[in-house]
């Protein structure tokens, strides 16, 4: 917004050309007694107006902090956003992990990376496109075989085992892409740790996020799933038949990172007081994972925030 006080950039040269004018048609000379004086008042009005132009630049410019965040943590994230304590604005870009972290290398705008894969994490670090002092872990989450609660056939209360997903092969299972969706990744070692993982594989649906997944399987497009636990936990159209042991797969934990990309220095004053360690960017990482308000969002969407973050 401008400062109305102020002149815009685009007028500045021709005020100061009409006041150099006005004190030639004056008579003034480098010789005139009076001529240091107006040359002074002159440089003082160039400051003063320069000044401003640059406050109301600043104001103009300024944007909220981008948070390039896994799908799987998109609404949660969203509701925050709205929360009045945030101490800083901030909009979101969900997607797969691996992809939003092939972006951000690319140079795609965020100065905020929030991952359902480490791995993915450590590869911006390893580029240096992520400040590494800056790592905060958010939450954990498990998986689970789902069904929707819509679908012609009522699934039982649960399944003794996970064997059953084997019998079902004849219909379309839904996971993540394995090379890029932390979902599939994690999906892909818990059925090679249970062995079943090549009979599973050819009838696999490999949906672009873990978004997709659950819409998969809650508009019944495939009859089962494999998603997270909080996925499941927040949609009322989905049915849990299994939980997958966590020890089948890598720890899944969401992580928080800022990226060297980062606008700390240019985004509009935080609400908390800041110090001279703390930028912005570090003060939303630090209320996502700390504060009352972000825990109980993430916890009420099924995360479990019950962890010692580093």
Not at 225 to 233: P, T, V, W
């Amino acid at each position: 917004m401008l400062n109305h006080h102020c002149l815009p950039n685009t007028n500045v040269f021709f005020f100061i050309k009409r006041i150099w004018r006005t004190g030639c048609r004056a008579g003034l000379k480098s010789t005139t007694p009076l001529f240091p004086l107006f040359a002074m008042c002159l440089l003082i009005t160039c400051t003063i107006l320069g000044a401003c132009n640059d406050q109301s630049t600043n104001t103009d410019t300024a944007q909220p902090l981008r948070i390039a965040a896994a799908a799987s943590v998109a609404r949660v994230l969203e509701n925050l956003s709205q929360h009045p304590d945030a101490p800083v604005a901030f909009t979101v870009n969900a997607g797969a992990s691996g992809t939003l972290a092939r972006q951000i290398q690319l140079g795609a705008p965020a100065d905020i990376f929030i991952s359902a894969d480490s791995r993915w994490i450590d590869t911006l670090i390893a580029h240096q496109h992520a400040d590494p002092s800056s790592r905060r872990t958010i939450a954990a989450n498990h998986l689970v075989v789902a069904s929707s609660t819509t679908s012609s056939t009522t699934p039982p209360a649960t399944w003794p085992s996970i064997d059953p997903l084997t019998e079902t092969t004849s219909h379309p299972i839904a996971i993540g892409e394995t090379q890029t969706v932390p979902l599939g990744h994690y999906t892909q070692q818990a059925l090679q740790h249970a062995k079943i993982w090549r009979r599973i594989e050819p009838h696999a649906v490999m949906a672009p996020n873990a978004t997709a997944a659950v819409a998969y399987v809650a508009r019944s497009q495939c009859n089962t799933g494999i998603i997270y636990a909080s996925d499941a936990h927040s949609n009322p159209n989905l049915h849990t038949l299994w939980n997958i042991d966590p020890a089948w797969h890598d720890p899944i934990t969401i992580q928080i990172i800022a990226t060297r990309a980062s606008q700390a220095s240019s985004q509009p004053p935080s609400t908390q007081p800041a110090t001279p360690t703390t930028s912005p960017t570090q003060q939303l990482i630090n209320w996502l994972v700390d504060s009352p308000a972000a825990r109980a969002e993430f916890s009420s969407a099924g995360f479990d925030v019950n962890l010692t973050s580093p």
